[in-house]
Nanobody, 125 residues
Framework: QVQLVESGGGWVQAGDSLRLSCAAS????????MGWFRQPPGKDREFVAV????????DYADSVKGRFTISRDNAKNTLYLQMSSLKLEDTAVYYC??????????????????WGQGTQVTVSS
């Protein structure tokens, strides 16, 4: 059983930066592709960023490209999301997710078997 616990969310102003972390219980984490997804208020869950098991491949939603950076430290069993130049529309509950590694990390939420409980990010003007 894979358990994922997000942290680092909070209330920030537009233009600020924030780093989310996701601690995973599974070892070795290198067996899993991982990703960040978010659910804005009143909307469906959406793809943010994904990273392959060895950090060799990443992908980002167009809305966050150039502002967010996904990374992982398999030795620490931790996934990160560095967010900068935050915008009001980045307000959402952010979830980390994991799935056994494949040919490339998927951007489709339904293909991830394991999810954290989410952490709230609120961006104000």
């Amino acid at each position: 059983q894979v358990q994922l616990v997000e942290s680092g969310g909070g209330w920030v102003q537009a233009g600020d930066s924030l780093r989310l972390s996701c601690a995973a219980s599974v070892r070795p984490l290198s067996l899993y592709d991982m990703g960040w997804f978010r659910q804005p208020p009143g909307k469906d869950r959406e793809f943010v960023a994904v990273i392959s098991w060895n950090s060799g491949s990443t992908d980002y939603a167009d809305s966050v490209k150039g502002r967010f950076t996904i990374s992982r430290d398999n030795a620490k069993n931790t996934l990160y999301l560095q967010m900068s130049s935050l915008k009001l529309e980045d307000t959402a509950v952010y979830y980390c997710a994991a799935r056994p590694y494949g040919y490339s990390p998927s951007t489709v939420a339904n293909e991830y078997a394991y999810w954290g409980q989410g952490t709230q990010v609120t961006v104000s003007s």
